[in-house]
């Protein structure tokens, strides 16, 4: 069972990043000072990314040494038995396409806020 999730992304050369909490106990999107009531479809397309990600079985980190400036991610999970941290620079395990499509779906429940 997930507890809580943050994400958070963009680039730290131009001070732009898109970062959000859920916290599942409370049903509830945290995003600046905001916090959104969650519907329990919105909950269960969540919890389906957050599953098809895999992240729960990230490595700790993936970097692109290469890039000087691009993107740079980091996630926080918990879950009642575990706890994991991830980040990214640049670099991104397999699935991320989980999380980005999780992110489009955060923007529109924002948007219609």
């Known amino acids: 069972m997930i507890l809580n999730f943050s994400f958070k992304i963009g680039s730290v050369f131009k001070n732009i990043f898109f970062s959000y909490q859920i916290d599942f106990l409370k049903k509830t999107l945290i995003y600046n000072d905001k916090t959104i009531a969650l519907t329990k479809k919105n909950l269960l397309f969540i919890k389906e990314k ?9 490595e700790k980190s993936y970097v692109n040494r290469l890039i000087k400036d691009g993107c740079q991610w980091k996630l926080n999970i918990k879950t009642l038995f575990k706890e994991k941290a991830v980040h990214g620079d640049n670099a991104y395990p397999d699935n991320f396409d989980q ?11 924002l948007k219609e806020e």
């Open 99 to 109: 999380l980005i499509e999780l992110n489009n779906y955060i923007e529109k429940i």
């Open 50 to 58: 957050i599953k098809k990600s895999n992240c729960l079985n990230y």
